[in-house]
């Protein structure tokens, strides 16, 4: 190979960056874990011989393969983390605009007009239930369209075992989807549970909560944040207003997520939480609140 050849093979690897760490949230969660995960890829690359990286007819599909690989590991002892995390762990809710679609292929992904159901926190919650191996063979076929046979090598299962892992992940992820309503229902409600929740209309806030409605709320221990759902309509609005009451100094806007709207927390110019929703049947039934400051990197 030649140096000019070399040169571009560098550029063309690097390139790649964009795609992986998209790759790697959706199935990680977090934007840290993405990028280390596609950190080790690219540091597995470069170990290789320049003999063996010549042998590689399409450096892409070897760098998917390999980010997911690490992806699969670190999922293996993720629960067990995740255990001894410091009050509910979520995943990190991000901006609509954050990664694109595994179909985009728009230079910047504020250029993107749709909104992304992929990178959702309600899907990635959902995507937290499964294994390894169903996660991994879900979003490599459903959302990267990845051949079963190639993620058959790397979840060193057979390429029927894969697609029957993708079958029952898909399939929950369906039944999530089903029970929730269209964005524009979901906007509608979340308004009025905005304007409820302004005006101090306890009444009016609860009458907007499904009855067993479920509020988690992660600080990951650096910052003040409930240490255990809270559950029911009353303890939830009771909860959401009292949280006011003791950051005086925030101001709650409306803000669009990947999950339809939710509302941002700014306080001295930063967003120091993101809260996004689920709407079903007209009534709110989860409320996530992220104020964990590592897990909004992407907003400030």
Known sequence: MTPEERDALHAEMLSERRHLVSLAFRMLGTVAEAEDAVQETYIRWYRLSEQERDAIEVPRAWLTRVASRVCLNVLASA?????????????????????????????????????????????????ESMTPAERVSFVLHD????PFAEIAEVVGRTPAACRQLA???????????????????????VRAFAAAARTGDLAGLVSFLDPEVVLRSDGG?????????????????????????????????????????????????????VVTLDVVAGFVTDVRLMMNPYKLTLWN
Do not use: C
């Open 79 to 127: 629960r067990r983390r995740h255990e001894r995390y410091v009050g509910p762990w979520l995943p990190e809710p991000v901006p609509a605009y954050a990664f694109p679609a595994a179909t985009d292929t728009a230079e910047d992904p504020l250029e993107r007009v749709t909104l992304d159901d992929t990178i959702s926190t309600a899907l990635l919650v959902v995507l």
């Open 167 to 189: 079958t029952s992940a898909r399939r929950r992820v369906q039944e999530s989807r089903s029970r929730r309503v269209s964005r524009a229902e979901h906007d509608e409600v």
């Open 221 to 273: 221990g650096f910052v003040s944040a409930a240490r255990h759902p809270v559950l029911g309509a009353d303890k939830v609005a009771r909860f959401l207003f009292g949280a006011l009451t003791k950051n005086p100094n925030a101001t709650v806007l409306d803000q669009q997520t990947p999950d339809g709207l939710g509302f941002a927390l700014w306080d001295d110019g930063r967003i120091i939480g």
């Open 143 to 146: 959302v990267f369209a990845v």
